[in-house]
């Protein structure tokens, strides 16, 4: 373990790597204190890159990895038992957003209120809304396949993603960043990602389906 952390220490920098406990403490209590967990160390990875390099050190370890979005999660899965703690924050840029398409690419640190509002500088609507959205992110938000208020009108996380990219258990990339709407191409990939509370990878980032915006003011 000593190695590993020297490692990850070495990769990721002082921004990306910490084994504070006054650092860490915050990561590791569910808001409501019904789960507290432990971990050697936090990582924070930048980018995709440093991600897959930070996997790949743990799997080369034989380390287990528990990653984190917004810690919003209610059933714990997002608390660590003793693995590394991967949260995804420092990764919150929107890469891109395509109106003309109705689709954004955000990376999944990014949270939920701040893909709604540049949904709306666009004259576009994400439609996902949920309590938490003031801190829960894209990639948790995929990884639980979340729901929230608008369910019915506009369906699930599943329904609402176009592409995803993700780090492997073994480090390597899945590059499945697509916008397409039609796309009949082979097995449906990302929706194995949907809803796996992080089990078969790190979402790194994911293309979104946009809505157009809700037209303002009183129907007649
Ligand atoms: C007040 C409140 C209201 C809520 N309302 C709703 C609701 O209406 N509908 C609903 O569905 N949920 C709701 N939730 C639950 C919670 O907000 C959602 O589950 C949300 O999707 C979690 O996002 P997060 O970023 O906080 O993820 P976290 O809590 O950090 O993690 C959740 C799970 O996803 C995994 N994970 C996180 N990020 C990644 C990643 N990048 N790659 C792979 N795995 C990852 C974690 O390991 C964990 O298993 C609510 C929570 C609160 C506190």
Known sequence: MTNLLERLAARLGPKGFTTDPDLIAPHLKEWRGRYEGRTPCLV?????????????????AGASITPQGGNTGLVGGQIPDGEVLVSMRRMNAIRSIDAANDSL???AGVILSAVQQAAADS??????SLASEGSATIGGLISTNAGGVHVLRYGMM???VLGIEAVLPDGSIFHGLKSLRKDNTGYDLKQLFIGAEGTLGLVTAA???????RARGRRR
């Open 105 to 107: 690419i955000a990376e």
């Open 123 to 128: 004259d576009r609507l994400f439609p996902l």
């Open 158 to 160: 599943r329904e609402l």
């Open 44 to 60: 924070s990875p930048a980018s995709t890159e440093e991600a897959a390099d930070a996997v790949r050190l743990c799997a080369q």
């Open 207 to 213: 293309s979104l389906k946009l809505s157009p915006a």
